[in-house]
Nanobody, 119 residues
Framework: QVQLVESGGGLVQAGGSLRLSCAAS????????MGWFRQAPGKEREFVAA????????IYADSVKGRFTISGDNAKNTVYLHMNSLKPEDTAVYYC????????????WGQGTQVTVSS
């Protein structure tokens, strides 16, 4: 039932910051887990971060630990990915995804938003 729409992508200089948003239609409650994934040209999609609505727990890929922060706003039904100290290798299409906490895989995906980091 959840529809996801990403926004906030764009062009940024290396070392800069960007905030991505993932707006979920309807109400997203504690049983949902939100995730950010990315796919660079010629590469497989990779996990970036996850956010558990239930307890606000966060998980990060090693490649972004200390630089990216995932958070959620209940009132806006939106998950954010704050990206700091961006590197050219962060360039990718970023996708928001969702699953129920009981599910083993993400089954709802957004359209993606392009992030380009110039050197």
């Amino acid at each position: 039932q959840v529809q996801l729409v990403e926004s906030g992508g764009g062009l940024v200089q290396a070392g800069g910051s960007l905030r991505l948003s993932c707006a979920a239609s309807g109400r997203t409650f504690s049983s949902y887990v939100m995730g950010w994934f990315r796919q660079a040209p010629g590469k497989e999609r990779e996990f970036v971060a996850a956010f558990y609505w239930s307890d606000r727990r966060t998980i990060y890929a090693d490649s972004v630990k200390g630089r990216f922060t995932i958070s959620g706003d209940n009132a806006k039904n939106t998950v954010y990915l704050h990206m700091n100290s961006l590197k050219p290798e962060d360039t990718a299409v970023y996708y928001c995804a969702a699953r129920t906490i009981q599910a083993g895989e993400y089954d709802v995906w957004g359209q993606g938003t392009q992030v380009t980091v110039s050197s």
